[in-house]
Structure formats: C-alpha cells, structure tokens
C-alpha cells in the first residue's frame, strides 16, 4: 500500500523556520518525483515546490521561491521542505505528493499543519 | 501563469442527477488537465488525468472531456459519496496551477 507520511509542521513565529518531512512506503519513492502543496484554511490548493526524482531539478511557486527549499534523501525514501522566514500567509495545511507520470499528483500524503503566528 | 477558471462555484445537485462541471484555461493546455476530489478533512484524490483518463479505481460514472482551453467533469449519476470539492489542474506550463474548486453539495 502507498503511504505518504508527513511530519514537522507547527506553530512558529513569523520570520521563523521550519523543515517538515514526509516519509513514502509501499512503492518505489526513488522513481517519482515529488512535491509539495498547500492549502490555506478553507482556500484551493496551491502548488509550492517539485523535486525530479534524482534530486538534480527543483521549481518553486514565486510565492515560495528564495525562501523554501525542497530536497529528498532516496535512501531514507524521504522527502523534505526547508521553510524560511515564513509568513502569515504560508499558514496552510501541506501535502506531500508524488507524480509517476507528468507533473500531476497521483499519490497524496494526509497533510501537515503550519500556522505562523505571534 | 495560466488561470484556470472552475464553474459553477456551486453546484447543488441530487443523487442519480448528472453533474457536469467545468475548468476553463486562460492558454492551451492541450490535453496536460486533471481532476481531483476533496472531502472535508481529507486529502485530494486523483480522478482524471491527460484529461480524459480514469485514474486506478475511479468509477466509471467519472468521465472528462475536452482538449485545449475547455474542459469538463462528468459524473454520470451522483452517488451520495460524491459530493465533495472538486479541482482542475494544468501541468503544461510551470508554474503548476489549480482552479479554484467546485463545490458539488446535495440538493
């Protein structure tokens, strides 16, 4: 069975940091590429980060890009987002997700919540 | 960026009726367009991919259509288990995006 499990998220400070992580199981993690996405309380789904599956190759949402980082470790099966100086606005549930096709989600984590708050 | 444009915002419906909802681009995105369903609290699910493909286990009642900028989201007669949030989504261009959702609620 396909599990993604997502962990780290958090209450932190605006300004602050965060590194969630999301654990695969169940299928071959090192042959998908992977990503990140958000969902703000009760708002649509939003696109933050895509890692292919070497790890060679990143994109990042202008709403992200020079503030999160996104790596994996193929020999741990996980996938991590380094988030930096974080906003209000990055509060939002986020899923891991993994593409064995095109760059759509066809395996989705249960999410992790990150609030950013004073 | 491509917009996409989900309609209707709601869609009030009951079961057995057929449910039509649609996801407009504001660029072609050829055929890179897919669907998925959200039930409150939980995460999204792959529906349709390449616009018209079933993904593994989807009931035959979903179907998509279309090519281009127009497409659409068919389901065929409603079960109760099928009102929930439904999103487009174009993997064409980066940066990856969504529509804003359909909410398909019980009549």
């Known amino acids: 069975e396909v599990q993604l499990l997502e962990s780290g998220g958090g209450l932190v400070q605006p300004g602050g940091s965060l590194r969630l992580s999301c654990a695969a199981s169940?299928?071959?993690?090192?042959?998908?590429?992977a990503s990140w996405v958000r969902q703000a309380p009760g708002k649509g789904l939003e696109w933050v980060s895509t890692i292919s599956t070497g790890g060679g190759a990143t994109s990042f949402a202008d709403s992200v890009k020079g503030r999160f980082t996104i790596s994996r470790d193929n020999s741990k099966n996980t996938l991590f987002l380094q988030m930096n100086s974080l906003r209000a606005e990055d509060t939002a549930v986020y899923f891991c997700t993994t593409s064995g096709g095109g760059t759509y989600f066809d395996n989705w984590g249960q999410g992790t919540l990150v609030t950013v708050s004073s | 960026e491509i917009v996409l444009t989900q309609s209707p915002a709601t869609l009030s419906l009951s079961p057995g009726e057929r449910a039509t909802l649609s996801c407009r681009a504001s660029q072609s995105v050829s055929s890179y367009l897919v669907w998925y369903q959200q039930k409150p609290d939980q995460a999204p699910r792959l529906l349709i991919f390449g616009a018209s493909n079933r993904a593994t286990g989807i009931p035959a009642r979903f179907s998509g259509s279309g090519s281009g900028t127009d497409f659409t989201l068919t389901i065929s007669s409603l079960e109760p288990e099928d009102f929930a949030v439904y999103y487009c989504?174009?993997?064409?261009?980066?940066?990856?995006?969504f529509g804003q959702g359909t909410r398909l609620e019980l009549k």
């Open positions: 169940g299928f071959t993690f090192s042959s998908s590429a």
């Open positions: 989504q174009q993997h064409t261009n980066w940066p990856i995006t």
